[in-house]
């Protein structure tokens, strides 16, 4: 089971240019071949198909901790989305002045006329994320093979879509990828090295650019993030390390693994529109909740966020 924590892995930036079109090309980070809903989805399936766990544990648990670590990127990149898209309509409660005109020269049209302009599991050009995407043959070595190619192709996209959206919203996601991705690039590789004795290392990066060349991944990586592999549960997968230690081949670094969730940030503020409906809920009054509040014990957080 994953365990949910109300905030965000990392610290968005509000968007200096919001950008329908921007906001399609990150789209590919989420719902394309080689997105974050394809690597949570490979890993996941692969950690509840894993069959000899026991003999195996500590592919089991890194594939595990990794998979859970994939639900939080999704949500990264949907907040990066959702930003990008807050405020490209004119806002307002009138249809008649067609206040989703703009909508018609977005290049993804889904995003509003098909959700509260806000992110979808599609890819960038619209079409919808397919369970196609998922490898979970069974075999240990050729699954591991296939997430080392997975988060390959995974940060080949990444780079490109970093020079194709400068927006540091978009940047700041995407560097946060880079590096979070880069490890899980190494960390398949040391556990196929483990298997098969082969230095996979030896051909990373790839794509062969290294993250010091992104500045927004800089700043993450002078937070060890590089490095440190999470367990994303508070007493499981710890046997990752038996795989996960030694030395990171980009600056010597030592590796190391721990245990619980990546501190986050709270969820950066979606405002409301109208135009669209979303949440269209202009009769509710949270003060129906005040006495239900109180006595569950939850009134200071309540009225912190009512008033």
Known sequence: ??????????????????????????????????????????????????????????????????????????????YAINLLLTGVTERGKDPVPGPLAG???????????????AALPFDSMGNPWTGQYVNSTGTLRLDLLHNFFLECGARANKIRAYETVTDPCARTMIGYLLVRGGLHVYAYAKALEVIT??????????????????????????????????TFSPNAYKEAGLIWNGEHPEDGSQLVVKEGAIKGVPYPVLEEEPQLSA?????????????????LGIADEWKQRHG
């Not at 200096?16 to 789209?27: G, M, R, Y």
């Open 1 to 78: 089971m994953i365990l949910r924590l109300d905030e965000l892995a990392l610290d968005l930036p509000k968007p200096k240019n919001p950008s329908a079109n921007d906001a399609a090309a990150i789209q590919e980070l989420l719902g394309g071949k080689f997105g974050e809903m394809s690597t949570l989805m490979n890993y996941t399936f692969q950690s509840f198909n894993f069959r000899g766990r026991d003999r195996l544990r500590p592919f089991y648990a890194l594939t595990s901790a990794i998979a859970a670590e994939e639900y939080s990127h999704i949500e990264a990149v949907s």
């Open 103 to 117: 909508a018609a020269d977005a290049r993804n049209s889904y995003h509003f006329l098909a959700s509260g302009q």
């Open 197 to 230: 004795g082969v230095d996979v290392k030896k051909i990373m990066p790839v794509p062969p650019l290294s993250n010091a060349k992104f500045p927004e991944a800089v700043k993450f990586m002078e937070h060890g993030l590089h490095r440190e592999l999470y």
């Open 279 to 295: 949440p269209g809920e202009d009769d509710f009054d949270p003060e129906m909740f005040k006495d239900i509040a109180k006595k």
